[in-house]
């Protein structure tokens, strides 16, 4: 991959050396541009390039405008491209786009479209555009070769980098460039080519980054540098809403080394960046790392607690306790009548269901480097949110839109940590400090103790069946922390980041109520995994095992009957598909083998979900010995629509199925006294390659839909697969995360 240093939106113009570059918007292809000093041959690059470019040697540059965050972007999008560019994908060399924006009349206006990673949304926001991109580079290059041929440009045809003549006379892209630059777009616009003639769209392709990334070449946030700057590491306060009692920096000046202490106020950056405010903290800016790290160890502090001082995991949990007693804070669905319909109900069955903090753990820590002089911003940004991090450094400069640059590095992990860039925002205030640029850097520890933790809730569900089973009553009362406090949301709206109004199984339980409670703690929340999905399908998808078991019913028809004949309707705001849901259930049921006889000590276990748009379900065999669980099978069947590239979900759903089981086991974040009280791996175990399946078997259901991402899909249902499987094979329900300490007293 070439590392580009600048950025600039090109349409379609004449580069030199008789390059073809292809970018957005559309309407904007016919404009015309002056050609910009680009050298487009070999890998001097002085400026970005925009989405295609075709250099007269054939090589095919395509960008790659959405974060790569492991979930592939950088190769599924570009393909969607080359594909309808009809280009040769072994000629095919990706590039990573900054964030393309400049100002209009003190406004920020995107160059390249949606340029985010978060919400799986990545392929479903680039379907339609990207495929316009190379059908439009497509159809200049064979409106070119036509010219050159005198034949009609319907009569030829292109593949794999060649426009091809119908008596076998063939022109390589590169031969076309120049020309093809020249040319004019029609006013209506070029037609993406039918499914029928996808050569790479659907067929399975290793990442683009692989070979780098396993020898060490891939150069991530924490890789870079810059030669006249400074290495800055922040002492944070430890807690969660508290202030600098006391410093005395003497014996940190005084390491070599060590350039400057800075002091960071915290109502100061707050006031500055909005919804979330920095911790108070010391930065320590040194020539290189180590002594920056050893400056900071010198560091003689005292912090104080503004407000929650003596808060604590175990008073959160009385206070949810409590508060699940009286009226909910928000009403959010009511349904029929569900008392009168759970007391006339046949079968009662109740449960209560705990979900704990749990911290992002990114394999890479957070970490900036930033640039800031009186007239321009230059940032390198391992973020999942640029537009995000173009509003925090306008807000900290004043400058506009179009003197800021952010790069988008390859990033170690994300998981929604990264939609929030308090990160860019410290280093972007050093860098103005310092007069110099910065290179932030976050330690584990920093890591784990000042993250945005996924919220604390504890769930409590009733449901009333009658004599045949079937569901007539439902209720969903849960008391959590919500990810949008003070974040400038109104009370009113807490919930949402919490449930789901119309998710199931709303709209199939006739008299259906949910509730909220809020709880308040001073720590802070932020988007995790397949965010409330992930708890939500915990609770609701173990204790509809629950109302299964109680009726002696079978889970799997219970859930079928449950979802009843197929049709549609919408949920989240996308149309929800029952029968696509149980299709996945009932294929990964088939796959499992469900309802055959189980080995003795073994347990098979069921769960499904829909989010961001697709469909999940995961079936589990295990058994437990030692007061450890052993995993026999694990099975995830999706349906994202169509599959743009089978590796990438493969992995995207076997990874979120490892990272949801691994929690579901193994992870919880607590609070002391008001620090969290986990500082590091030890702490917080991630789970062993020996302690998770040997292997996930992904299925792919073929689907001609709209392709949706599946970077979550495969979280929120494997951890209530899992617990129906260990109830099944040991008669125990585990109803609160994480398992490991209820599994180590089964012996």
């Known amino acids: 991959m070439s590392e580009l240093d600048r950025r600039q939106f090109l349409k379609v113009m004449l580069g030199a050396g008789g390059a073809l570059i292809v970018g957005l918007p559309l309407r904007a292809l016919h404009a015309a541009t002056p050609p910009l000093p680009l050298a487009l041959l070999g890998d001097n690059w002085t ?64 160059l390249y479209g949606p340029q985010h990673a978060g919400g799986s949304r990545n392929i479903a926001e680039a ?12 159809w200049l290059l064979r409106n070119a070769a036509a010219q050159r041929w005198n034949l009609p440009a319907e009569r030829l045809t292109t593949h794999a980098g060649w426009v091809i003549a119908p008596d076998g006379r063939r022109l390589d892209y590169g031969e076309l460039a120049a020309a093809a630059a020249q040319l004019q777009l029609p006013d209506a ?47 944070r306060c430890p807690y969660a809403e508290g202030e600098l009692a006391h410093l005395d920096d003497g014996a940190a000046r005084a390491v070599a080394g060590v350039e400057k202490i800075i002091p960071i106020s915290v109502r100061e950056a707050s006031g500055l960046i909005g919804d979330v405010p920095l911790a108070p903290g010391v930065a320590v800016l040194a020539r290189d790392t180590w002594a920056a790290l050893k400056g900071r160890t010198q560091l003689a502090l005292r912090w104080r607690a503004r407000h929650g001082g003596d808060a604590s995991s175990a008073a959160l949990a009385q206070q949810a306790e409590v508060l699940l007693k009286g009226t909910p804070t928000t009403p959010v669905r009511n349904d029929g009548d569900f008392a009168k319909a759970f ?7 109740e449960a209560e269901y705990h979900v704990p903090f749990v911290a992002h753990a990114t394999m890479e820590p957070m970490s900036c480097m930033a640039l ?42 994300g998981y929604g940590r990264r939609l929030d860039d308090d990160y860019i925002a410290e280093a972007v205030l050093l860098a103005q400090a310092a007069g110099k640029p910065i290179k932030l850097l976050w330690m584990r520890e920093d890591d784990m103790t000042h993250d945005v933790y996924r919220p604390f809730g504890v769930h409590r569900l009733a449901a009333g069946t ?31 980041s919490e449930m789901q109004s119309d998710a199931l199984p709303a709209g199939l339980v006739p008299n259906f109520q949910l509730g909220w409670y809020a709880l308040d703690f001073p720590l802070w929340r932020g988007a995790w995994r397949a965010p409330s999905h992930d708890s939500n399908a915990f609770a609701i998808e173990s204790f509809l095992d629950e109302i299964a078991h109680a009726t002696h019913q079978d889970p799997l028809k219970l859930r079928l009957a449950l979802l ?27 796959a499992i083998g469900w309802g055959a006889r189980v080995p003795a000590g073994h347990g098979r276990g069921l769960a499904c979900a829909f989010s961001a748009g697709g469909y999940c379900a995961h079936a589990m065999e295990v058994s437990v010995q030692g007061g450890k669980v052993h995993f026999h099978r694990a099975v995830a069947v999706v349906d994202v629509g169509r599959v743009v590239n089978p590796l990438g979900v493969d992995a995207q759903i076997m990874g979120g199925t490892l990272d949801a089981l ?51 899909l495969g979280v929120p249902s494997a951890a209530p697969a899992l617990a129906n499987a260990i109830f099944a094979a040991t008669g125990k329900r585990l109803r609160r995360m994480p398992f490991a300490a209820q599994l180590a007293r089964m012996g």
């Open 47 to 110: 400026r970005l390039s925009a989405f295609v470019s075709i250099e007269p040697n054939g090589r095919t540059l395509i960008g790659a405008r959405a974060p790569d965050t492991g979930q592939g972007v950088r190769t599924s999008l570009p393909r969607i491209i080359a594909d309808e560019l009809d280009a040769d994908w072994a000629r095919v060399e990706v590039l990573a786009m900054p964030l393309g924006v400049e100002d209009d009349n003190g406004k920020p206006r995107w």
């Open 127 to 138: 379907w339609q555009d990207l495929r316009s991109i190379g059908a439009a580079a497509r």
């Open 189 to 235: 616009g070029v037609a993406p080519k039918p499914a029928s003639d996808y050569r790479l769209i659907g067929q399975p392709a290793g990442d683009v980054d692989a070979r780098a990334m396993v020898s060490g070449r891939q150069a991530f946030a924490f890789d870079q540098t810059w030669g006249d700057g400074y290495v800055a590491v922040i002492a």
């Open 343 to 349: 007391k006339a109900a046949a079968h009662h069955i």
């Open 372 to 413: 800031i002089t009186s007239d321009r911003a230059h940032l390198i940004a391992p973020t999942q949110s640029p537009r995000r991090a173009l509003g925090i450094v306008q807000k900290l400069t004043g400058l506009d839109a179009g003197s800021i640059l952010i790069e988008m590095p390859r990033i170690g992990g």
């Open 466 to 496: 009658d004599r045949k089973g079937r569901v007539e009553a439902w209720q969903h009362h849960l008391a959590s922390t919500s990810r949008l406090w003070h974040r400038g949301v109104p009370a009113s709206q807490l919930w949402t």
């Open 564 to 590: 009843g004949a197929a049709r549609q309707w919408q949920v989240q705001g996308v149309t929800f598909d029952s029968g696509r849901l149980a299709a996945v259930l009932q294929r990964a049921a088939q």
């Open 662 to 712: 691994s929690t579901a086991l193994k992870l919880e974040i607590t609070v002391k006294d008001g620090q969290v009280q986990q500082q590091n791996f030890p702490e917080y175990p991630i789970a062993r390659m020996r302690e998770l399946p040997r292997a996930v078997e992904v299925i792919a259901i073929a689907s001609g839909a709209t392709p949706v991402g599946a970077e979550d």
